[in-house]
């Protein structure tokens, strides 16, 4: 009899089509033996790792009267004549089986090998043995074929290293990777920690529109579609601010979403145009108070993951111990060895003037906050390593935002390991100001695709009292990209966006 290495090393060289046609005719011979290869659904008794836990005090060559039933995907096997050892994998863990031909039946065991590949789910019944090496396995009594596969899985020593594949078909990726699949356990518990936090604190979460009228809330470019029945342009929601603020009018005074935004803009290692954020609202606090819910949050998050306020990323330690705060202008201070006032070089719209004195090439750029951005980008960014909130924005830059003074806005930015994670202000409530300020940015702003549209629905909500309010988004991706350190955003983004 053939053995199954042989098998699986010839699938490997053939053709994928050879394979999925010697697969399906192994599927018809199932059929025609009158046994169903996709029943509706399986019993068992444990999972994998509950069977290892349970039984971890059993000892070599021992073995346990009480028989198990378990459920997995064939991952590896070995025939060595009357007898086979394979492995299966279900979302806990793997599990050794053992089938032998006297124990079966020889019509049993002919059928196992002959129609039966890596790839396809069973469900087994036995009794449960130690090896002689030490490993827990089941001494397999009879088993169900749950799904046949029709295609193979990756070739098990060489895994899935294609990134494209990877990418594109995740769920092969996460069969052959494990690593992968911890990723996105770690990703799911720190959206239930995010949640846990705010719901202990009295927090409210809500759902907002994704389709939107007016895509507000950020300086971005949306996604535009139409609706047929209405006859009008709509957009993809690039923040759900606006919406979330409108209900801190209507008495909820502590909000949060956790939901998808999306911008049609770039991609690369930190931006996907479809995106995970939280965004916080709590009526009566400011600023100061995101700093603290902020900090609150993402140390919850730290130390419920055992990291001990110490996270390593990208080969560098991260200390979660302490959290800087520093302004915009003593960052740039620092930076250039002399006194710099950057928010009142944009106030006065002299910050190109700053770029060429520091011999930075702006080329062709005509938006001033632009410039200002690639500044930011290339001359503190670089140096944020712990995690420091960068306070005392802009006020041009941030039309959301309360003013501290004439040119300061009373907002942050958290950044980590040089990358932005949070952003949050004390929320402009006052409606004169606020329509002034997006219609300032509609007559100012050269790129129309990036500017904050009029919302007049927003602004009639502020003419009905809006208490003072402090607000913040935390990007979950980004998040996620540091406390597993990952090296993209497409890493912990189970599908994301690829070129066609």
């Known amino acids: 009899m053939e053995t199954k290495e042989k098998e699986q090393a ?101 059928n196992f090998i002959d129609t039966v590949d890596i790839g396809d789910f069973i469900g087994v019944t036995g009794k449960l043995f130690r090896t002689r090496t030490g490993e827990l396995t089941v001494n397999v009594k009879n088993y169900t074929l749950l799904s046949k596969a029709l295609r193979p899985l990756p070739e098990k020593w060489h895994g899935l290293k294609d990134v494209d594949t990877r990418y594109r078909q995740r769920y092969l990726d996460l069969i052959s990777n494990q690593e992968v699949k911890e990723i996105f356990i770690k990703r799911a518990r720190i959206l239930n920690l995010i949640r846990d936090q705010l719901n202990n604190n009295a927090f409210l979460e809500v759902e907002t529109p994704i389709i939107q009228r007016l895509a507000g809330g950020a300086l971005a470019r949306p996604f535009k579609t139409f609706h047929n029945t209405y006859n009008t342009d709509l957009f993809l929601r690039i923040a759900p601010e606006l919406y979330l603020k409108m209900l801190v009018v209507g008495g909820l005074e502590r909000v949060f979403e956790i939901g998808k935004s999306f911008r049609n803009e770039g991609i690369d290692r930190q931006h996907n145009p479809e995106f995970t954020m939280v965004e916080i609202y709590q009526a009566y606090s400011d600023c100061a108070g995101m700093i603290e819910l902020c900090r609150n949050l993402i140390k919850g998050i730290v130390n419920a993951l055992d990291l001990n306020e110490k996270v390593m990323f990208e080969g560098q330690v991260l200390n979660f111990a302490e959290f800087r705060i520093a302004s915009m202008n003593e960052l740039f201070t620092e930076a250039f060895g002399k006194n710099v006032n950057i928010l009142e070089l944009v106030a006065n719209n002299r910050i190109r003037d700053f770029a060429k004195e520091v011999h930075f090439d702006a080329g062709t750029e005509t938006n001033d906050k632009k410039i200002f951005d690639h500044l930011f980008e290339q001359f503190i960014q670089p140096k944020l390593i712990n995690p420091t909130f960068v306070t005392d924005h802009p006020l041009a830059y941030s039309p959301l935002a309360k003013a501290k003074d004439d040119i300061t806005a009373d907002r942050f930015e958290l950044y980590i390991a040089k990358e932005e994670m949070a952003n ?29 549209p009029m919302d007049d629905d927003f602004v009639t909500a502020l003419e009905h009292g809006m208490p003072p309010c402090g607000g913040l988004g935390i990007g979950i991706d980004r998040l996620t990209i540091l406390l597993t350190n990952s090296t993209s955003i497409r890493e912990v983004i189970l599908f994301p966006l690829l070129r066609s």
Do not use: W
């Open 10 to 110: 010839q699938e490997t060289v053939q053709p994928i089509e050879k394979i999925v046609e010697n697969r399906k005719e192994k599927l018809e011979r199932v059929k025609a033996s009158g046994v169903n290869p996709y029943p509706v659904k399986s019993e068992y008794t444990h999972n994998l790792q509950s069977l290892k836990t349970e039984y971890e005090n059993l000892q070599k060559e021992q073995s346990t009267e009480t028989e198990v039933k378990v459920c997995g995907r064939i991952i590896a096997r070995r025939d060595m004549g009357k007898a086979t050892f394979s492995h299966i994998q279900d979302f806990t863990g793997k599990l050794q089986l053992y089938f032998k031909m006297d124990n079966v039946g020889s019509e049993t065991y002919k």
């Open 424 to 452: 949050a202000y004390s929320e402009l409530n006052d409606p004169q100001e606020q329509r002034k300020r997006f219609a300032n940015q509609n007559q100012n702003q050269t790129q129309k695709d990036e500017i904050h």
